[in-house]
């Protein structure tokens, strides 16, 4: 069983891992602000979803084995690469749209959940995130349970975490001072997105010759 101090190193680092920029902050931050509070929510708790099933991988040891296949990661790291593409390009189209005057919700409820979760899912960095923490706190003897709390911990603070980045930007006043700058936000998510996916594609191409 793990000591109090370990739950609390290990807490700590969950939130870190949730708190870092990156494409996940992104996609929460695009549908809390242009989708409105529903939504945001709706891409937290997908996005928590995605981040429990690896931890989940992880307690029950596949998600070692899908780092020791080259051929399994590498799927995940093209397919997430052309997701990040399809959300640049999105973002793209919106940027050349007029900004609008008014507060509007291009995006759905459906999107805010399967770009929650994909973005989460299609991350090859989150298997090898679980696999490298786990490995340091999970021992033989260590019972299914405790390994369950530790995946259902990872979950719940990723979770909690997105879900108030949801709660602060959906505001209303929030909303309302980003769409003057909607444009220049919608295009800096697309480079952003778009230089993530070609260093994603990179990293593939640079393992495979």
């Known amino acids: 069983m793990l000591q109090w101090s ?14 870092s920029p990156g494409p996940s902050l992104a996609i929460i931050v695009k549908h809390s602000v242009f989708g409105g509070r529903q939504q945001g929510m709706i891409a937290a708790l997908s996005h928590g979803l995605g981040i429990g ?10 998600a070692s084995v899908m780092v020791a296949v080259p051929a399994l990661g590498s799927i995940i790291q093209v397919a997430g690469a052309l ?4 959300l ?5 189209r919106s940027a050349l749209r007029p900004a609008p005057t008014t507060l509007s919700e291009p ?23 679980f696999v490298a923490l786990f490995s340091q706190f999970f021992e033989a003897g260590n019972a299914l349970g405790t390994k369950g709390l530790i995946a259902l911990l990872a979950m719940s603070i990723d979770t909690l975490w ?4 949801a709660l ?3 505001a209303t006043a929030t909303r309302q001072k980003f769409l003057t700058f909607r444009p220049w936000i919608e295009g800096t998510f697309a480079v952003l997105l778009t230089l993530l996916a070609l260093r994603m594609l990179w990293q593939f191409l640079s393992q495979t010759v």
Do not use: C
């Open 107 to 129: 995006t759905t409820s459906r999107k805010a959940w399967r770009d929650g979760f994909l973005i989460a899912f299609l991350n090859p960095k989150v298997p090898l995130f």
């Open 168 to 170: 602060l930007l959906s």
């Open 88 to 92: 640049a390009t999105q973002a793209g």
């Open 162 to 165: 997105y879900l108030l980045v």
């Open 53 to 62: 099933i690896y931890a989940a991988l992880s307690v029950i040891g596949i």
């Open 6 to 19: 370990e739950w609390l190193t290990l807490a700590g680092i969950f939130l870190l891992g949730a708190m």
């Open 83 to 86: 997701f990040l593409l399809y």
